[in-house]
């Protein structure tokens, strides 16, 4: 099996880094965004992983957004620091092209 093959194999079985907290996250026992405790996960696959942090970076978003239009200093601040929702929760993934993309 290939590398690759081997990836997709272990994302299939639940062996995948949570796009909130990255690969550094499993070494705190860091496993889901969204579960209670440490070395547990809620999200059943990559997938799922991957359309719950969309949602939560659209929800988290959209609360900087109000909370600077209401005129709130830190979202205000928030705002300017983050230019999109992508830029959220992405266990230090960024989108490519963003600033702070090594």
């Known amino acids: 099996m290939t590398e690759d093959s081997n990836r997709g194999l272990a994302d299939w079985l639940g062996d995948f880094d949570c796009e909130a907290y990255g ?3 499993r070494d705190f ?3 889901c965004f969204f579960a209670a405790g440490l070395n547990t996960r809620v999200c059943s696959s990559l997938a799922a992983c991957h359309e719950a942090m969309a949602a ?3 929800r988290v978003w959209q609360r ?3 909370g600077a239009a209401r005129g709130e200093p830190d979202m205000v601040y928030l705002a300017g620091e983050f230019t999109s929702a992508e830029q959220l929760l992405s266990g230090g993934v960024l989108p490519e092209g963003q600033p702070g993309d090594e």
């Open 64 to 66: 900087i957004q109000d």
């Open 23 to 25: 690969p550094d996250g």
């Open 56 to 58: 939560e970076r659209r």
């Open 29 to 31: 026992g860091a496993l």
